[in-house]
């Protein structure tokens, strides 16, 4: 980020529970330069979810699956991903989307 005069700027994000803002503002006045903060509320919308298992060539992997009025969303579990791929010397890539693919099989066929 530029600021004026072409001075070169960080922006700090910071997302955290209403009850710690004020510890969490105090800590940014300590530990950094600045000398104002703004601060917002934002709303976090999320999809209801439930979780499923698919078996791969890999192993079993657990799938989270949110539903809307305009489709389905599906991404499977990072950590049995990543030990998947750690046991079976493979890339994450290549047992995440085989969990994907296979998820997707079972939704195309009606299959619960």
């Known amino acids: 980020m530029v600021m004026k005069k072409g001075r070169p700027a960080v922006v700090l994000s910071v997302l ?6 004020v510890a969490l503002r105090e800590l940014i006045f300590a530990e950094t330069t600045t000398l ?3 601060s917002q509320q934002v709303a976090r919308h999320c999809l209801p979810r439930t979780s499923v298992t698919v ?3 890999h ?3 657990r799938v989270k699956v949110a539903r809307w009025a305009g489709g ?7 950590e049995d991903c990543r030990r998947a791929a750690q046991a079976a010397g493979v890339p994450l890539r290549v047992v995440y989307e085989a969990a ?3 998820h997707w099989k ?4 009606g299959r619960p």
Do not use: N, V, W
């Open 100 to 102: 994907l693919a296979e």
């Open 72 to 78: 389905e969303k599906a991404a499977p579990e990072y």
């Open 59 to 61: 192993g079993d992997i």
């Open 55 to 57: 078996t791969t060539a």
């Open 16 to 21: 955290c529970r209403p009850a710690d803002t």
């Open 36 to 38: 104002g903060i703004r």
């Open 106 to 109: 079972i939704q195309a066929s």
